[in-house]
């Protein structure tokens, strides 16, 4: 039987059987449910004679074990089908070649990948798990250089006492008897005859377009190996590599080939050359590789010379796979949530260009030429009843990561974690509606882990379904150094953005519910529209990045987010906007030696309208407000945070009743170090998408950052600038064991220069964390320290106190004093102390009366003390 979605096509080695739906044939007896009577991708026949007649069909990562007469035995992961899914070793969890029952006995399965094949015995174990030519049957030790891997199909027959399978590999076949080895290989109907009858639709060919080869310079000074990606699926080919040390595997340099367009069909051996783009300069631009397939058994030759074709270095590459990336994947999930699922387009009524078919989070990505692959199992990570509070702090995410990720190490590396947790907590401690993350905690060695917040997407009705799956795709995207697709502008260098400001791109990377069609052709905006568009697909230039884009720019660990290379040389203005808001910063305009440096951030209308739709996202850790910096020198670049936040930011209308929204960021450390590493002025400007896709550009905020006044100053001002302390700023403190040093040197600022103005900024770090609980991901689960409500409100009071002591400039902004000041009233609720608490958010309220801020500002603050006041008083 041979499936294609919901047909089948049943032959014998002579002829056609019969070709009709799949719960047509024998009598109906396989009316299957979905998706697996559309969307299977393979079966195992489990018939034993005169006993039952089985089937396990696979479609994904799940599999429905059906008994003819009976019906359903089993339906779920793949991994859990009893006595086969626990013993699947990891590297047979994906893309699996051929995967069928051994003839003579229905208890045992033949997989095959690659040039690999495992045997498992149902039951009891794997039987085998080498290479195909390894096996120790003697058949199996003739075949062919070129096959002995990379099949399409396989068919098990039997001969005799004497296994027997048909191979299928393009628009070749061969007659394999295990013991006497090929007896026949040709074209299908050479080999089969019933092959030759399968109708067309049945013989379209997987033939590789694509495919990674590896080797080393023939020349030993050169000391070089290569990563080399041969290309064939766009108008032209496109050869790329990276090129390391053989010695010591230190990461050398890039380089991507646009060759000229081949004739096609295209005939073998093909040379592509021209000039190529490096990552870093060199004189050897000129690049020439000569192929002879994309398959196993493949080789290609690698020149690299000047472009005079003086000094040459060649290297002798072996084909590695069909993928031109692959990436180790480990997930964990927290208890009471759960990984990811798979989607069947089935489900909805399917976009033109979108097949039946099963979607999963390595489909995706295979789909873009990157192999995802699982490091174990995904495991579920206990949490101690010790009053967890399910909300997790940016803090312990990165702590999680660090500790948790067994792949983890301070390099560039193509390793991925990933952690389902329950509920992304803001910075204040009240309940994030993010969706996910994109950890890049680290401004060496960013990109390295994401996490998605299953409650958040409970809230909103994405758990189970296509939303999901495509979260978790998205927030991978991050990972790979994929921006938004509406903020391609702000990477460094900047990229055009697609249709309608790059909300009308149909992409993973896009938001589905800020989606923007095409006028012209009348699709409509929104998530309906969205789904009736999206074929599952990156777009032209996000595949060309993960494809061929230079080692650091995509690598975890590589280069921070959003950054591919130079600096901006200058960011044109965008067109005007006719949105009816108006953006500016604002804050203090002088900053001392190490001072963190934070802006604030107003939206209000211009003045052209009465009222205007806005997005409540002011942060740049967001998806709608870019702060954009001038240093000194005159470069520009984009502020990039170490965290990307995805959520629903919520639609405001701006009117008289609420006439602007404000926000707050420290950007003085993000993915990319220190902002303001040298004193002198800087020139900062925000820009804010609006809902209506036009960009606001804000007038120009100047700061200046000072030299040290003093010793004193130098002193204070050097403990607050190693990067440790950087990261422990954003995150508002953190028990990270990897960042000791940084809280070390914060009680340092604390204790020996205590009235120091910069003192605040180490108490009010030391003080949010120790007022909260701190869950710690260990290997016997969650771990909780227990909130520390005497440091907290000691800490935090100092911060308030020192702001409000109108004698003194120190202090925080307003909307850090906000925060602040609701976190001191629960660190005193977590103490017993409500009354305490109360009077703290009376003060809050009573303080920025008395700064005389305008009334809607108040009425929010108002709003926000009874809400934190509420919540106390419940939670107690």
């Not at 004193?679 to 804000?698: F, I």
Request: glycine share 10%.
């Amino acid at each position: 039987m041979f499936l294609r979605g919901e047909r089948v096509a049943q032959i014998s080695e002579t002829g056609l059987v019969t070709e009709r739906p799949l719960t047509e044939i024998h009598r109906g007896a396989l009316k299957l449910p979905e998706p697996y009577a559309s969307c299977s991708e393979a079966a195992l026949d489990l018939h034993v004679p005169y006993t039952s007649t089985r089937h396990v069909f696979i479609a994904g990562d799940r599999c429905l074990d059906w008994e003819w007469g009976v019906g359903q035995k089993y339906e779920g992961p793949v991994t859990g089908l009893p006595d086969f899914g626990k013993y699947l070793p990891d590297y047979y969890r994906s893309d699996v070649d051929a995967v069928m029952q051994v003839a003579g006995t229905p208890w045992k399965t033949l997989l095959i990948k690659g040039e690999r094949c495992a045997i498992i015995a149902w039951g009891k174990g794997v039987e085998y798990d080498d290479l195909l030519t390894k096996r120790g049957e003697a058949g199996w030790k003739k075949l062919p250089e070129h096959m002995r891997g990379g099949f399409d199909d396989a068919l098990m027959l039997y001969a005799g006492g004497n296994n027997r399978t048909v191979f299928i590999k393009g628009d070749q076949a061969m007659d394999f008897h295990w013991i006497d080895g090929p007896t026949k290989i040709g074209t299908w109907a050479q080999v089969l005859p019933g092959l030759g009858a399968l109708p067309a639709e049945y013989r379209a060919l997987r033939l590789p377009a694509a495919g990674r080869f590896a080797g080393t310079a023939a020349e030993a000074q050169d000391d070089e190996r290569v990563e080399l990606r041969i290309d064939l699926e766009g108008p032209v080919p496109v050869v790329s590599g990276d090129l390391f040390s053989v010695s010591d595997g230190a990461y050398k340099n890039s380089f991507v080939l646009d060759g000229s367009a081949l004739t096609q069909p295209v005939a073998w051996p093909v040379t592509i050359a021209g000039t190529a783009k490096y990552a870093t300069d060199t004189s050897r631009t000129m690049v020439s590789v000569k192929v002879d397939k994309l398959a196993p058994g493949g080789t290609a030759t690698l020149t690299r010379s000047a472009p005079d074709g003086s000094n040459p270095t060649t290297y002798a590459c072996a084909y590695v796979s069909r993928f031109l990336r692959t990436i180790d994947w480990e997930i964990d999930y927290v208890a009471q949530t759960r990984p990811v699922g798979q989607y069947a387009t089935t489900d909805h009524p399917r976009p033109p260009g979108l097949d039946k078919r099963i979607m999963t989070v390595q489909a995706a990505f295979a789909d873009a030429g990157i192999e995802l692959r699982t490091a174990g199992t995904a495991n579920e990570v206990a949490v101690s009843e010790a009053g967890a509070d399910v909300m997790w702090s940016t803090a312990e995410l990165h702590a999680a990561m660090m500790r948790h990720f067994s792949l983890y190490r301070d390099a560039r590396q193509w390793k991925l974690w990933s952690i389902v947790a329950n509920r992304l907590a803001e910075s204040d401690g009240t309940a994030s509606g993010s969706d996910g993350i994109m950890f890049d905690s680290n401004d060496a060695f960013p990109r390295q882990g994401t996490a998605t917040f299953y409650d958040a997407m409970k809230d909103v009705d994405y758990l189970g379904t296509r939303n999901e799956l495509f979260t978790y795709i998205h927030e991978i995207g991050h990972a790979l150094n994929l921006a938004h697709s509406f903020t391609k502008d702000s990477i460094n260098p900047p990229q055009p953005l697609g249709p309608r400001g790059g909300y009308g791109d149909k992409s993973f990377m896009n938001y589905q519910d800020e989606y923007k069609g095409d006028p012209t052709t009348k699709e409509g905006d929104g998530l309906g529209a969205f789904w009736s568009v999206f074929t599952w697909q990156f777009t032209p230039g996000e595949l060309r990045h993960l494809r061929h884009g230079f080692y650091a720019d995509v690598a975890m660990g590589g280069k921070p987010f959003m950054t591919g290379g130079a600096h901006l040389p200058a960011l044109a203005p965008p067109a005007p906007s006719r949105s009816g808001l108006h953006v500016r910063l604002s804050g203090s305009e002088s900053f001392s030696h190490g001072e963190p440096v934070t802006v604030e951030i107003k939206l209000s209308l211009d003045g052209s309208r009465q009222a205007a739709e806005a997005i409540n996202d002011l942060t740049p850790g967001g998806s709608h407000l870019t702060v954009l910096i001038t240093d000194p020198a005159g470069e520009v670049r984009p502020f990039q945070p170490i965290v990307r936040d995805c959520g629903h930011p919520r639609r405001v209308t701006l009117d008289a009743g609420t006439p602007a929204l404000y926000g707050s960021a420290y950007i003085g450390y993000g993915a990319g170090g220190f902002t303001f590493p040298e004193p002198g002025t800087y020139r900062l400007q925000a820009r804010y998408r609006a809902p209506d896709g036009s960009t606001v550009v804000s007038p120009d905020h100047l700061i200046t950052v000072n030299p040290p006044a003093d010793d004193t100053d130098r002193a204070a001002g050097d403990l607050l600038l190693g990067s440790q302390q950087g990261t422990l700023l954003v995150l508002r403190g953190s028990d990270a064991p990897q960042l000791a040093d940084g809280n070390a040197a914060l009680d340092r600022l604390i204790a020996d220069h205590p009235d120091h103005h910069l003192a605040v900024y180490a108490r009010m770090v030391k003080g949010a964390n120790a007022g909260r609980h701190f869950l710690t991901l260990t290997d016997n689960g969650v771990e909780v320290r227990t909130a520390d409500t005497d440091t907290s409100i000691a800490q935090l009071a100092a911060v308030v106190e020192t702001t409000l002591d109108p004698s003194t400039d120190a202090g925080v902004d307003n909307i850090t004093l906000n925060e602040t000041m609701r976190r001191l009233a629960r660190a005193h609720a977590r103490g017993g102390d409500l009354k305490q608490a109360d009077a703290v958010l009376d003060q809050l309220v009573d303080t920025f009366r008395d700064k005389h801020v305008p009334p809607p500002v108040l009425a929010t603050i108002a709003e926000q003390a009874e809400a934190t006041r509420t919540q106390l008083h419940d939670q107690t």
